[in-house]
């Protein structure tokens, strides 16, 4: 199993670009969540999505976030506009809600976010 | 609101020694509760998971446990190596079984 695919890896963006980042979860699984890690706040999750449908979205920070989920190999969350003080690490995880795991949640290596 | 601590913040030990690294929150009503991993620069490893209703989980020389009761986890490390050093966070879930609240951490340094 590749586990969760983060992508890019790296993103070194100018304030007002609009930013994409993009996610592939674990084949399976029907739950997704996206994080932001930052020193002051530690982790936060920003959204999950269960069944490709949004749950939660109250951790998203403003309007400039956006996140989707066409399909149940895909994820984006789009910052527009960048701001520096998006610059974090973005997370993305999944699970399998209702199979043996007990909701055991998977990360990525995550996205570096870098907003000048 | 559940809130979760980690303390202490930061740990150094010698290498060879056991270690137990302390999680608390403050809503004793959990579904489960997760021990990660994360080295410098990486993303989180999932270490263990233990569902509300058992007391621990074992997984090669760790050992996680669980007292709902009084709001508290640990884990225990046994025979600390220096690939041990890493950030160690507790997570529970709230609203359910899905949405994750997270300590601040311990960063474990185990020395030659």
């Known amino acids: 199993d590749a586990g969760v695919i983060q992508s890019p890896r790296h993103e070194v963006t100018e304030m007002g670009q609009e930013v994409t980042l993009r996610c592939k979860p674990i084949?399976?699984?029907?739950?997704l969540f996206w994080y932001r890690q930052t020193m002051m706040r530690g982790l936060e999750l920003l959204i999950y999505f269960n069944n490709n449908v949004p749950i939660d979205d109250s951790g998203m920070p403003e309007d400039r976030f956006s996140a989707k989920m066409p399909n149940a190999s895909f994820s984006t969350l789009k910052i527009q506009p960048s701001e520096p003080r998006d610059s974090a690490v973005y997370f993305c995880a999944s699970s399998l809600e209702g199979g043996q795991g007990g909701y055991e949640q998977y990360f990525g290596p995550g996205t570096r976010l870098t907003v000048t | 609101k559940q809130e979760v601590t980690q303390i202490p913040a930061a740990l150094s030990v010698p290498e060879g020694e056991n270690l137990v690294l302390n999680c608390s929150f403050t809503?004793?009503?959990?579904?489960?509760l997760q021990w990660f991993r994360q080295d410098p620069g990486k993303g989180l490893t999932s270490l263990l998971l233990i569902q509300s209703s058992q007391r621990e989980q074992t997984s090669g020389r760790l050992n996680a446990s669980l007292d709902k009761s009084s709001g508290r986890s640990t884990l225990y490390i046994a025979a600390s190596q220096p690939g041990d050093s890493a950030t160690y966070l507790c997570?529970?879930?709230?609203?359910?079984?899905?949405?994750?609240?997270f300590g601040q951490g311990t960063r474990l340094t185990i020395n030659p």
């Open positions: 997570a529970v879930p709230i609203q359910g079984a899905q949405k994750l609240v």
């Open positions: 084949s399976g699984h029907n739950s």
């Open positions: 809503d004793s009503a959990i579904y489960n």
